[in-house]
Structure formats: C-alpha cells, structure tokens
C-alpha cells in the first residue's frame, strides 16, 4: 500500500497559514498602518477649522503664553492658576521657527506637523510594546488602534498639551518594559525623563512616578526572588534620579517666584477646588469662583485652595461624592455618538465630515473595552506591568469622576484598556474558549461595562433621531442648491422636529430666515443656547434690524472667541445688507471682508490692519453705471505698495506714512451692471515687534486700511 504524499502546510491548514505568513513580516504591516495613519491626519486636518489665534479656551491660552514667550523670551504663568510649561515651550519653539519664517501661523503649522510626527511614530513602538507584552498579533491589532481609531487621528490636530503627554506616556511605559526584558539601567533613566516631560506637558504625569516605583520594585522583587534589596534600590534610583532632576528646575522656579512649593502646577488643586467651591455648588457656576481666584495674589492661591478643600472635607464632605457615580458613567460613553447625536452642537469640529470613522471608532472601542478584562485579570499575566495599568486607570478614573469628565483626559484609560483588548482579541481563533471560575471576575466587570454603556443612554433612539435629522439636513443643504425655498423651510422644520435642542440646526435655519428678511422668526428658531456660530447670526440679525449696540457686542466676542477664523466663515455665511462704503474695525463689518486683524480704534477713527492678503466684498444697493471711482482710506507707518484687485484690472498702489490718505481708482467700466465688487488687497508684511522698539506684537501686517467705498 502507497502512503498518499504529504500535502502542503498551505494545503492542510490555509488560514493559520497565511496568519504566520503575516506575522512573520510585522515590519510591512506596521509601515502599512503608518502611511494610513498619515493619510487619516492629513485629512483630518484638512477640514480642521479650529485655529488658537481666535479660541478663548486652553489652546487660545496655550498659543498667546506661547508666542508670548517666543517673542519676548519671558515666561507668563496663565492669569488665574499655574499651568504645566512644557507644551508651551514646545510651542514657542516651533512659533519662534515660524516668526524667523515671517508668520506665527507657520508655527502653529509646525506644531501640528512636530504632533502628527509623534502619533506616527507611536505606530511602531505600540506595536513592540505590545508585542513584548503579549505576541505579534496583539502588537499588530494595537498598532491599528494607534493608527486608524478615531481619538489618535484628531488628537494630534490639536493644539493642546494632550498630544505631547500622550506620546511622552507611551514611550515611558515602552522603556520601562524593555527594561523589564534586558535590566539594562539606560531604559530606566529614558523612562524617567519621558514621565518627567509628560508631567512637565500634563501634571498627572507626576503621579505616574508611583506607579512606575511599584513596577520597577515589583519587577526587580521578582527577579532576584526577595532576596538581595541593592539591585532594587539601584533600580529605583535609576528612574528617579532622572526624573526628578527633570522636573526639579521648573520646582526652583515655582519656589523662587510665588514662595511655595510647587512641584509643577496648581491644575489639580484649582480644578478641585472649583468643582467643589460654594459658588458652584451653590448655583452661581464658575466664572464666580474663578473670579474669586483672580482677585487673590498668585503666590497665595494653593494656600488658598488647599485651606478651602480642607474646610469643604471637614463640613461636607459629601461634596466630593455627589458627582462620582454620574462622572463615572460618563467615562464609558459611547465617544463618538455623543459628540454626534446627543451634545448641541459640533463646537466647530468637523464632525459630519467624519461620521463614518467615528461610528467605527466607537464600535471598535466598545469591542475593545469589554474585550479589556479577560487578559487584565486573566492567569499568566505579569503582576507588575498589571499594576502599572491598574493604577493608571484607577487615578484617572478617580480624578475625572472628583472634578469632571473630559475625552482628553481619558487618554491613560483608553491607552491600558485598547492594548489589554488587542490581547483579548488576537487570541480569538487560536485557543478554544472555556468560561471557568479564574475567567469569572473578567466576565462580571465586562458584563457590567456593557451595562453602563447600554443604559447610559438610550442609543437605539438617539441614533434614529440622530440619522433623521442628518437627512432632513442634507435636504435642506439640497434645497439650498437648488432655490427651492419651500422645500429648505421643510427640511430644516423636520432636521429640529428630529432633534430640537441642536443648536447648530438652529443656527443653520435662523441664518437662512434671516436672508429671506423673516427677522422675528428667526430670533424665534435660533433659541437660547449660546454657540459662536449661533451668536455670529445673533448679531447678524441685530445689525440687520439696527440694534447696533447689540450686534458690536456679538460680532466681536465671535470674531475674538470663536475658535476659528470667523471672517471666513462670515464671507460665506451672510448675507449683508448692500452699501456703498464700508468703514473697518467698527465690530459691524463682518460678512464684507476677509484677512483682516480684529478692529482697533484711534480716538474716534476704527479700523483694521490687513495682514498680507485680504478681501472686502461691497453688495451694492444699485447696478454699477461705470463711471465709479473706488476710494481707499489707509495709513501706514512705513512706504508700502499695496495692490489692488478690482475684476480683472489690477492697480499698483504706494502707500505713504504720515497720517490717513485717501486713494482713488476707477471702478473698471465693463463692470457695469454689476451688483458686488469685489477688491482683493495684497502687500508685504512686517512684523511690528522686529521694527518698533518696545513692542510685543507678532502679528503680520500690512497696511492700515480705515473705509473702502465706492462713489
């Protein structure tokens, strides 16, 4: 008898045959995933509208210290609490390039690019990182994490201390595990500068050092089996020497400027402090307590602070727990849906744009979390790496749910539980599956996070309503194309009758009432749920029905708060009334111009600095007749050639110092009957800072431009 031939391993068993062909060649896989990535954020920040230069929030704060301290070399602490200074002197270094270069914005450019290239790079070290925890598998699955999720696609947009700490919190935790792999002390002395920098970037990096003490001392306890204590010691200095020496510069600093210790920041103590002060847990919210803050000396505010949360301990403590089951719900929300369908409004970010990848995103988080305890509590795990993520997620969990919950500070959460899901998930197909007793506590605490996460929110519903309103959007941008006027008003009827408290519809309807002239119906539509874009048609519809008091209050706070170039947004958006002359810088000027800095005011002139490139767009009240002439009112502190733009004709212009000149050029004669002019202005930058003694403003500016009109 003739045994058969011996098949092929290809032939015997296909598929394990191609997940070894796959994981034998990571490298390629991993560079794969590194040009996706690169591709998501490229795109990402492509519809990005977000810009510092006009935010009021952190990242507005964060990039005037910054360009504050890139220009004039000196280091300002925020005006109510200390922040942490390693962000801002990683923005002001790239600012500072962009001011040599001749524009701040190319700084903030740099930024984004210097944080795209830190996500990159995190690709390939998730993967070994994970690869040296578990397997090859689970390095590739995490790597997909780091590179395709949703959150690391927008995190490196921002500008914000987030991306730096995040990066600097991965690296740290990759050394310490290749110490753990090789003893080599340089891993150590590396895991100790990168937790310094993250602390230095995000002060709960400070905390961390406790963590990593645990895992060095559990880790070395281990290995010399409880019997000799000088390699742990020498273990333990290896990381903190460094670590502190790191950080101890910034104390010195602290200590000789406000008298107090100070490690880093007052974040901590501050936030605390406010969420649980008398002015918000009596209602009056925390601009109150803020205040508070501001009217007492820097140097006194952690004494203050601390002496205040001592007494809060002591009368009511109940105040630290009355937020910690609802804060604690809503660290496991479903991130993207809730952005999407259930907050008010977008806050400027580009959502829609992004709908897709934030639904898979959030499916493949929900997968990864309830996938998170079976390898975190499983047999066989290394008890010191499993304390370093347990503390990471025990404090962050603890200090979101003391002060409140924001996705950027869920970063060490979503770290730990991603990379222990990834673990989960690349066993899948290799082991058959057996619920035992060790399995049990895994399958409660995941049992129980899908609980939390399906009774949080009523998701089925607020997803129906959500892709409702989505279309009757679409219907009603579809209608706008096409001017069918009674089918826009339809749409936008049926997008609120889907979801009535999104104040972005809001906003998007009440500006359409308000070019059709339906002035009171649309104060109607437009509700009382403030948003920047809601306020920008606020003021819109003010101006347009000569409350001008009021609408120089909106359009202002807008223009300077927003958190993106309102100018742009108000070409684009409204419909102003037509005039023959336009006076700049008097806060009633948006929707007619482009590229402009915000209004200044000399005595009784206002007006507005062009910064290079710009654009004033002149809706006339009668058909052009072709004899018009176009007068510029300008000024300049230095000669200047402005150009001009008017149709197809384009004018050479010298500007001259001395005081406000008025400039006339003909209105070109085959623009007759025309309803609009259109001027583009263009001329050469200076920086005032490089050219006036004294001065600290880094702005690019041209040329002062006062009125525009046509005669």
């Known amino acids: 008898m003739v045994s058969p031939a011996p098949r092929s391993i290809a032939t015997v068993q296909p598929h394990r045959w191609r997940i070894a062909l796959l994981t034998r060649q ?249 969420a649980m002060s008398d002015a918000v847990h009596e209602g009056r919210g925390e601009g109150e307590a803020k205040g508070i803050l501001q009217a007492i000396p820097q140097e006194d505010r952690q004494r203050f602070v601390s002496a205040e949360l001592r007494r809060i301990l002591q009368t009511e403590p109940w105040r630290f727990t009355r937020h910690l089951w ?48 079976f390898t975190l509590l499983g047999r066989g795990q290394d008890w010191a790496v499993r304390l370093l993520a347990l503390g990471w997620i025990g404090y962050t969990c603890l200090m979101v749910m003391l002060i409140h919950v924001e996705p950027r500070y869920l970063l060490p959460i979503w770290f730990w539980l991603t990379l222990y899901g990834a673990a989960t998930l690349a066993r899948i197909g290799q082991h058959r599956w057996r619920l035992d007793r060790r399995q049990l506590p895994a399958l409660i605490i995941s049992l129980g996070l899908a609980f939390l996460i399906v009774s949080y929110r009523n998701y089925p519903q607020i997803i129906q309503n959500g892709i409702a309103r989505e279309q009757a959007y679409a219907a009603a941008m579809a209608a706008l ?117 915000f209004g200044e005011r000399t005595g009784d002139t206002t007006f507005r600095w062009l910064q290079g490139e710009g654009a004033v767009r002149l809706p006339l009240p009668a058909p052009l007749t072709g004899n018009e002439i176009l007068t510029l009112r300008l000024a300049v502190p230095q000669p200047t050639n402005l150009t001009v733009t008017i149709g197809d004709r384009r004018y050479e212009v010298n500007v001259a110092p001395g005081g406000w000149r008025v400039y006339h050029l003909p209105v070109p004669a085959q623009m007759q009957g025309a309803r609009e002019v259109i001027i583009l202005l263009s001329a050469p930058t200076f920086l005032p800072y490089e050219r006036f003694p004294g001065s600290t403003d880094a702005r690019p500016l041209s040329v002062m431009v006062q009125q525009i009109a046509v005669r």
């Open 326 to 373: 609802p804060h604690f719900q809503h660290i496991w929300k479903a991130q993207f849906i809730e952005d999407f369908f259930v907050k008010a409004s977008f806050f400027t970010r580009p959502l829609r744009e992004v709908w897709l990848h934030g639904l898979i995103s959030d499916l493949a988080w929900l997968i990864l979390i309830l996938a998170a305890p």
């Open 26 to 274: 990571p490298v390629i896989w991993v560079g794969l995933l590194m040009i996706i990535g690169l591709i998501l954020r490229l795109w990402f920040l492509f519809i990005y509208q977000i810009d510092p230069r006009f935010s009021a929030a952190d990242d507005g704060d964060y990039y005037l210290r910054a360009l504050q301290l890139a220009v004039t070399g000196e280091y300002r602490d925020n005006s109510w609490l200390i922040r942490p200074p390693g962000h801002i002197f990683f923005f002001a270094a790239m600012i500072r390039i962009g001011l040599w270069l001749g524009d701040p914005a190319i700084g903030i450019a740099l930024i984004r690019a210097v944080q795209i290239s830190l996500s990159l790079a995190l690709i390939p070290i998730g993967y070994d990182l994970a690869r040296r925890l578990f397997d090859q598998r689970t390095g590739l699955i995490f790597a997909a994490v780091l590179a395709l999720w949703m959150p690391m696609v927008e995190l490196p947009v921002l500008i914000l201390s987030e991306p730096l700490f995040f990066f600097m919190l991965a690296v740290h935790v990759w050394l310490l595990v290749r110490w753990r792999d090789s003893r080599h002390p340089g891993w150590l002395a590396g895991a100790g500068v990168t937790l310094a920098i993250a602390a230095l970037a995000r002060s709960p990096g400070l905390y961390g050092a406790i963590f990593a003490i645990l895992f060095i001392g559990v880790s070395a306890w281990t290995v010399h089996h409880r019997r000799h204590w000088q390699p742990i010691v020498v273990a333990l200095l290896a990381f903190l020497l460094p670590f502190v020496l790191t950080i101890a510069p910034w104390t010195l600093r602290n200590y000789l400027l406000y008298r107090d210790f100070i490690v880093i920041d007052t974040l901590g103590p501050v936030n605390l402090w406010i």
């Open 481 to 597: 194309q096409r001017g069918d006027d009674e089918a826009v008003e339809q749409a936008f009827r049926r997008m609120l009758a889907a979801d009535s408290d999104f104040a972005d519809g809001q906003a998007e309807f009440a500006r359409w009432l308000l070019t059709e002239g339906r002035y009171d119906e649309a104060w109607q539509v437009i509700g009382t749920y403030h948003t920047h874009r809601g306020d920008l048609v606020r003021g819109a519809l003010a101006r347009a029905q000569g409350d001008l008091a009021a609408a120089k209050v909106l359009l202002r706070d807008v223009e300077e708060r927003a958190g993106e170039d309102v100018q742009r947004l108000a070409l684009h958006w409204l419909s102003p009334a037509p005039t023959m002359a336009l006076t700049l810088g008097n806060d009633l000027d948006l929707g007619y111009l482009y590229g402009f800095s």
